[in-house]
Every structure is written in C-alpha cells, then in structure tokens.
C-alpha cells in the first residue's frame, strides 16, 4: 500500500529544552486537518525518543519543531540514530525559528524540508503530500 492509499503519518517533536510549543500545536492541527496521522511527543524530548518513537511509531515523516535556537546540534545528534535505526528513507523536515544562514547546514544533515515561522500551513502539508510516496 503506497502513501497515498493510507494516511500519511507524521511524528511531530519538540526537541531538547524548547518550552514554546503553541506553534508546534497549531501545525498538528493543521495535519491532521489536512488528513495526516499526526503523532505530536509533547516537550522537552531528546534526540534519542525522537528516533525511538519514529522507528515504533513507523512513519512517514519525521518533523521538528524549535524555537529555542538548539535546531543544529540537536540535529547532528539526532541524524546518526535516526540513520542507524534505518530512517533515512522518510521524509525529515523542521520547521521554527531557524536562520537563513543555518539551512544549508540542516539539508546537509538531511531535513530536505525547512519551514521557517512564518510559513504557511497550506505550503507544510502540500510539501509533505508531494514528497512522501
């Protein structure tokens, strides 16, 4: 069964000591308004239940959400167990406050979608309806 025979389910997390999450719930609801499986971890998680949850959880995308400033490291921690619990197939994408100057950096890492605040819902849950397969 492909993507778009079955619901698209997304694992929605809030990484490291990020307390701000009121935008990470607006775009779940967005999601799930769009149709999505949306599975949201709630605060404070570490790189290590992000990649558990997704492996268990079998998703579609794995999505972020940070507005404290620590989206890079907690990105290169998270890559590797993601990698070794053989995510690399999904869809990884960010969205938050996150830098122009930092971009580059989070696609190398392999967040092939980063969202900016400021970005519109519609555009979040076209891009990851186009992209998953």
């Not at 069964?1 to 490291?16: D, F, N, V």
């Not at 605040?117 to 979040?124: E, H, N, P, R, V």
């Given at each position: 069964?492909?993507?778009?025979?079955?619901?698209?389910?997304?694992?929605?997390?809030?990484?490291?000591l990020?307390?701000?999450?009121?935008?990470?719930?607006?775009?779940?609801?967005?999601?799930?308004?769009?149709?999505?499986?949306?599975?949201?971890?709630?605060?404070?998680q570490?790189p290590?239940?992000?990649?558990?949850?997704?492996?268990e959880?079998?998703v579609?995308?794995?999505?972020?959400?940070?507005?404290?400033?620590s989206?890079?490291?907690?990105?290169?921690?998270?890559?590797p167990?993601?990698?070794?619990?053989?995510?690399?197939?999904?869809?990884?994408?960010?969205?938050?406050?996150?830098p122009?100057?930092d971009?580059?950096?989070?696609?190398?890492?392999?967040?092939?979608?980063?969202?900016p605040?400021?970005?519109?819902?519609?555009?979040?849950c076209?891009?990851?309806?186009?992209?998953?397969?």
């Open positions: 069964m492909t993507a778009s025979q079955r619901r698209i389910k997304i694992l929605l997390g809030k990484p490291g990020d307390g701000h999450d009121q935008g990470a719930k607006v775009v779940a609801r967005a999601m799930m308004d769009a149709g999505f499986e949306v599975i949201y971890t709630g605060l404070r570490t290590e239940q992000i990649a558990r949850i997704a492996l959880e079998d579609d995308v794995i999505s972020l959400s940070s507005m404290a400033g989206h890079l490291p907690f990105c290169r921690k998270l890559k167990l993601l990698e070794a619990s053989g995510l690399n197939d999904k869809l990884w994408v960010i969205g938050g406050n996150l122009a100057q971009h580059d950096a989070l696609r190398e890492l392999g967040f092939k979608g980063i969202f605040s400021g970005s519109k819902l519609d555009a979040i076209d891009y990851i309806r186009k992209e998953v397969k």
